[in-house]
């Protein structure tokens, strides 16, 4: 069970109303966010969640309004007296900028990780999370990420005797220990099914609709793609700034077919995206246009 | 007339119903800002002002709660299209820590210039307010800030008459030109009465009491407090980080008097300062506990 937030669904610039663009999940005791802009540490408290189980944080991109924030939020971390190590992830030059943000919040009582990636593709596999940043389309190097959570197969009893593993090891196998014994080596694929279907959620902002997006996106039980605005009359703005429409998000979900949509970094200047969401039903009928603090909770198959 | 606005009283950390501290101030179509800590332009938006008009930004220091909303501001004055000069105030290390925070608003349409000080205390002039910084006593460098503005005289036709000011130069110079005719030099002062009381406000944060803000606070119209806590129980605490209780700073305007005090840079463990309302009116009764978005007007006297 993955539970999901969308802390904030703005571009640009906070508002009173309307938080920056930022995704909050948890899983497995581990909480893990994408994008950190100014007040971001506020939407997190207006959900109700803590700073400190965040173990990574994920960025798209360097614009102010996805990574102003963090040096906020890691002082916050360091005043509940956060110990363990966190994790930021994101492209050529996180290191970099992180450390000059730092200028404000030099001293911190937790160990900071970077992981900064140079190609167009990259994977980490953090407490649970499979991350795979893809290369997308904006003015500056930009990526999106699916998130992933494996779910192993079932135990399979008749399996485990096929393979003729002694039964005193069928329990530690099946919580995925390895074992030796005299010579032989006793894996937990030797009782387990099948791996079972997992779950997945794509999120990409700051970009205009890319291949890579439709490529990466498949199979995501929830896509979250930038609708900076639902009125044609800005599409050239839009297209200029190499942002996205909803219209042309819905358009990727259609070809995708996520079960669900939400959109997400809405221009400061649309005040009720609402107000486009039967013509876009019309293009992918099983979408949320979302609100600050929109939540889901995403489980696996029964 | 200034128009006062304390725009966030929170310390440490923003939060969904408390800004970080922040005081506004607008005289003569120019505003002045202290102190701009994450969140700051979403709290200028919710009192209803735009950023465009600031002019002029004070820090007190470069705690990040002080400071961390400045590129998020800038980032949105360069969006409004802001063109002109944007003046910084703070002490040594103003320039070096702005241009790190900048890594993230590299690029904005208008000039900022640095007015970094260097002593205990500093005096600026800057669109008819007349800035004053003064050390206080925290665990960094810290400053309080005096910001007045001066009242002119009436204009004095007796006084004209007296000094020979020919009739034809009364208006210009009492609207403050300075001429020259046939070798003798018209000022002001020839036809100007005596400078009447102008208006004043005192704002000091982060610091334990100290003799410079009492000296600097005297004369105050407002006077503008760090209120950190209210319980006693929180005093070595208090003391040790170098901050104030709202009882010091009630004990600070009884000795100033000014005509107003107000609270500010409460802990965000302290949900409720106005508890401590009928204590503190006991040491000085002309209080008010504000909460973010605090206004008035304060006139020259008739």
Same mark, same amino acid.
């Given at each position: =069970?993955?539970?999901?937030?969308?802390?904030?669904?703005?571009?640009?610039?906070?508002?009173?109303? *309307?938080?920056?663009?930022?995704?909050?999940?948890?899983?497995?005791?581990?909480?893990?966010?994408?994008?950190?802009?100014?007040?971001?540490? =506020?939407? %997190?408290?207006?959900?109700?969640?803590?700073?400190?189980?965040?173990? @990574?944080?994920?960025?798209? !991109?360097? !614009?102010?309004? !996805?990574?102003?924030?963090?040096?906020?939020?890691?002082?916050?971390?360091?005043?509940?007296?956060?110990?363990?190590?966190?994790?930021?992830?994101?492209?050529?030059?996180?290191?970099? @900028?992180?450390?000059?943000?730092?200028?404000?919040?030099?001293?911190?009582?937790?160990?900071?990780?970077? *992981?900064?990636? #140079?190609?167009?593709?990259?994977?980490?596999?953090?407490?649970?999370?499979?991350?795979?940043?893809?290369? @997308?389309?904006?003015?500056?190097?930009?990526?999106?990420?699916?998130?992933?959570?494996?779910?192993?197969?079932? $135990?399979?009893?008749?399996?485990?005797?096929?393979?003729?593993?002694?039964?005193?090891?069928?329990?530690?196998?099946? /919580?995925?220990?390895?074992?030796?014994?005299?010579?032989?080596?006793?894996?937990?694929?030797?009782? =387990?099914?099948?791996? *079972?279907?997992?779950?997945?959620?794509?999120?990409? #902002?700051?970009?205009?609709?890319?291949?890579?997006? #439709?490529?990466?996106?498949?199979?995501?039980?929830? %896509?979250?793609?930038?609708?900076?605005?639902?009125?044609?009359?800005? $599409?050239?703005? @839009?297209?200029? /700034?190499? !942002?996205?429409?909803?219209?042309?998000?819905?358009?990727?979900?259609?070809?995708?077919?996520?079960?669900?949509?939400?959109?997400? /970094?809405?221009?400061?200047? =649309?005040?009720?995206?609402?107000?486009?969401?039967?013509?876009?039903?019309?293009?992918?009928?099983?979408?949320?246009?979302?609100?600050?603090?929109?939540?889901?909770?995403?489980?696996?198959?029964?």
């Amino acid at each position: =069970m993955i539970d999901v937030c969308l802390l904030g669904t703005g571009g640009m610039m906070p508002l009173p109303y *309307r938080y920056l663009t930022s995704l909050f999940l948890r899983y497995n005791g581990s909480s893990l966010m994408i994008d950190c802009g100014e007040g971001t540490q =506020m939407a %997190l408290r207006k959900a109700g969640y803590s700073p400190n189980p965040i173990d @990574v944080i994920c960025f798209t !991109h360097y !614009h102010g309004d !996805h990574i102003s924030g963090l040096p906020g939020l890691l002082l916050s971390m360091g005043n509940a007296d956060r110990k363990e190590k966190l994790t930021l992830i994101g492209p050529k030059g996180l290191a970099y @900028v992180v450390n000059q943000l730092r200028i404000i919040a030099p001293e911190l009582p937790f160990e900071i990780e970077y *992981r900064e990636y #140079t190609e167009n593709a990259a994977d980490f596999e953090i407490n649970g999370y499979l991350i795979h940043a893809f290369r @997308v389309n904006h003015r500056v190097p930009c990526f999106g990420y699916t998130v992933s959570v494996k779910r192993l197969g079932l $135990f399979d009893p008749e399996k485990a005797r096929e393979n003729g593993v002694p039964l005193k090891f069928w329990n530690r196998l099946q /919580h995925g220990e390895t074992i030796e014994e005299e010579g032989r080596t006793y894996t937990p694929e030797l009782v =387990m099914g099948p791996e *079972r279907k997992g779950l997945k959620i794509t999120y990409a #902002t700051d970009t205009r609709p890319t291949p890579s997006i #439709t490529e990466n996106a498949r199979g995501s039980d929830l %896509l979250i793609l930038e609708g900076m605005y639902g009125d044609w009359d800005k $599409f050239d703005r @839009v297209k200029d /700034h190499k !942002h996205m429409m909803m219209q042309e998000a819905a358009e990727i979900a259609r070809e995708v077919q996520p079960s669900e949509l939400w959109f997400t /970094h809405y221009s400061p200047a =649309m005040v009720h995206p609402e107000n486009y969401e039967k013509e876009l039903k019309k293009i992918f009928p099983n979408l949320v246009i979302p609100r600050d603090g929109q939540v889901t909770e995403l489980n696996f198959e029964d």
